[in-house]
């Protein structure tokens, strides 16, 4: 098997077998193939594409580069909810513990934030003491008797996934849906997980822009799942504007708090209730979509949610008495206040900028080697529909350094538009994909 | 400038400019762009194409990667041909004493053979003592004395050519007609030429099968000599059968003898004067199309092309005794005849195979490190359109050694095609592009 053949057939548009792709990308990881020859046939699936079949076997193949957790030992369906990404999107921080309290195991690994994007591990690495790198010990030991344990990628699982996206993001073949697709789901599959909600986000803050990429990304991952015999169903969400007010590492982790003390905003409860209760149905825990609904509401209310996320957090090394007291959370030593230059309503509130000026702050990396500030961030005080007068604040910089200070200003000003008319409102949840 | 975002332009379909190609080429060559990047933009080259900007843009880069030759001090127009090679094509042997008998410079810098095509070099130096390996001085001086200098490729001369197509070859990327223009223009252009005849073959034996590929390679390479300001016309060829009857180096040379002896086969001779004339014609050395072909037929009749051809091969230290004692020339030590199992037409010789049934037998080379047998080859006693009686013999097969005999015979007989009707006559020069 010659691996210049194989980059010609996908090129000329033929479907390679399971052995083709194996041979690239093992190949690759063992240092047999040659990089250029990897990116060559990484731009032939740019533009040739690939099928289900090929698609599905690409992330066995990468999934199988390292190790497997197993997690057989356990019992009942283990469930896990992965959102491409955002601006303020902290649902991961709720979600978990909403499950975990209702009984299902939920094992979660999660990654770090890059650009505009937050990642739950730098949030979760605001709560001191929080430790996110467990060994697989005690990943499954957190499962077993918390429901729930969240941590971060290691070396040893799918090592080829992260070959390949340095090897794209230095060749100019990152936005490749089949690519993708492959890549996240082989990072979700090696979590010996049975089922899997996927929060595929869209809009200006989002990495797929247009809704017909994010569906096409949606059903490339259900398609992956299903032919690994898992059980996958994907929301295609909106990500126009930040999800919550918060964003920013420890300013996310308070309004998860007040969102699991059922005082959140109303779009990231919304949001967080719909995830959990679409992990409850796939685990087969709940009788009915709204009985699903209805109990992590109740979880939420009554305060069991909020009390294993405090179990969550203290068996993972964490402080869990930042619950109640957000003071030992990191904080910012100056705030600067964004006024509404007039009357009128929000209209938009562009979630890429939002989160690029929050990484200027210090709240996320502009490249992966970039120090973080935990403290930092951005707090929106008017979302999106919502009445302005002239002078009302619409938002809160919070920060230690001025350096990019003025930068980031003028970008969340410029993010802002206030209309004189209120926006047609807009679906938080466009579709579901099975 | 980021080579990631040029190769991103270039795969959106951007129109690159001569800074970022020169960013990706010189980048290359000087190893400050790494292959994994160069070979992921060849392959968005292949998919998104070049415009005819970009082409010669390439073309330019490539070209002063070396050295260029000067040759201002000879006086007059420079022209050279170059055919983008087939099976039995001598035509260079017989062209470049033509045009330089008709007092016309003929700076040729050619290639070696490989696969089922045969190279100028390779048949030149199957005349005892031929040296292709000139100085550039020695070069210049060949060309001032004989009127014309037959050479080999050299380190200096567009090392980035070189470069490249090992990585296109490596990377499935060779089938790129703007990277195949690209690459053959500047191959050329560092001779230091004024005019270029092209010579683009299209069939069964050609690298371009489809004459449509054919004429949309020769435009591409007319294309960039205009903007470079170059005399540069394209014949489209046939190369569906070989040209002439004799495949492989010492049998070439002979043929080519021959036809400078106006004792050669119809399609060479034709294809040869034809050439010439053109060359004649972008040179301004003949009033009329007419008057160009009278002008080297004449030449070929009243032997002073022949009388050049011996008075080059003597300037590169070759013995051109050959040209009146072809036992001069290695020959082989064995034959096998072909026979026609049946009467008829012969309606198909195809070429590749032909080609390939030469290189088995040690007359061309399967890599470019294969080590070549001059004296053998393939001597075709009828071609297409041709009457046959059933165990006339169809062609000849020379060779010293019998290892793929077998394959190679069976190669051969394969290749003929016999029908009861003559087949319908095609022309042997399809279309001209200027």
């Known amino acids: 098997m010659r691996t210049v053949d194989i980059i010609r057939k996908k090129r000329d548009g033929g479907e390679l077998s399971r052995e083709e792709l194996a041979h690239v990308i093992e190949g690759y990881t063992k240092k047999q193939v040659p990089d250029y020859q990897v990116s060559s046939f990484l731009m032939a699936v740019y533009f040739a594409g690939l099928s289900e079949t090929e698609v599905a076997d690409l992330t066995d193949v990468i999934m199988r580069s390292g190790v497997v957790v197993d ?3 356990i019992p ?13 999107d902290k649902t991961s921080l709720i979600v978990a513990p909403v499950v975990a309290a209702a009984g299902v195991h939920v094992p979660m690994i999660s990654g770090r934030g ?3 994007t937050g990642g739950t591990l730098d949030k979760l690495e605001s709560i001191p003491g929080f430790n996110t790198r467990l060994t697989t010990e005690q990943f499954r030991e957190g499962l077993s008797s918390v429901g729930a344990a969240l941590v971060g990628q290691t070396d040893e699982l799918a090592p080829a996934d992260r070959a390949l996206y340095a090897l794209r993001d230095a060749t100019g073949t990152v936005e490749s849906i089949p690519l993708i697709a492959a890549s996240i789901m082989s990072k979700k599959m090696v979590e010996g997980i049975d089922a899997l909600v996927l929060d595929v986000k869209t809009g200006s803050g989002a990495f797929m822009k247009k809704q017909t990429d994010a569906r096409r990304l949606a059903q490339a991952m259900v398609s992956i799942g299903r032919r690994m015999n898992k059980r996958v169903l994907a929301l295609i969400t909106d990500m126009d504007q930040p999800l919550g007010n918060a964003v920013g590492n420890s300013l996310e982790v308070m309004e998860a708090i007040n969102t699991l003390r059922n005082q959140g905003p109303p779009d990231l409860t919304e949001l967080s209730v719909e995830l ?3 992990m409850l149905m796939l685990a087969d825990s709940a009788k009915s979509y709204d009985q699903a609904r209805e109990q992590c509401t109740t979880l939420l209310e009554n305060g069991q949610a909020l009390e294993k996320f405090k179990q969550l957090v203290a068996n993972q090394g964490g402080d869990a008495g ?3 007291a957000f003071e030992k959370l990191p904080t910012s030593s100056a705030e600067y206040t964004v006024a509404s230059p007039r009357g009128g309503f929000v209209s938009r509130i562009q979630a890429e900028d939002i989160g690029t000026a929050a990484m200027l ?3 996320g990396r502009e490249t992966v080697d970039s120090k973080i500030d935990h403290g930092v961030g951005i707090v929106l005080e008017r979302k999106v529909g919502e009445r302005v007068e002239s002078g009302d604040t619409l938002c809160t910089l919070y920060y230690n350094s001025d350096e990019h200070l003025e930068e980031a200003t003028q970008m969340v000003e410029d993010s802002f538009r206030i209309a004189a008319a209120a926006p047609e409102a807009k679906p938080l949840i466009y579709e579901i994909i099975q």
Chains 1, 2 share one sequence.
């Open 361 to 363: 702050l210090g709240a």
């Open 76 to 88: 009942g369906v283990k469930v896990d909810k992965h959102s491409t990404g955002g601006v303020g």
């Open 71 to 73: 997690l057989s030992a």
């Open 322 to 324: 930042v619950v109640d």
């Open 276 to 278: 959990s209760a679409r």
């Open 114 to 116: 890059l650009g505009h």
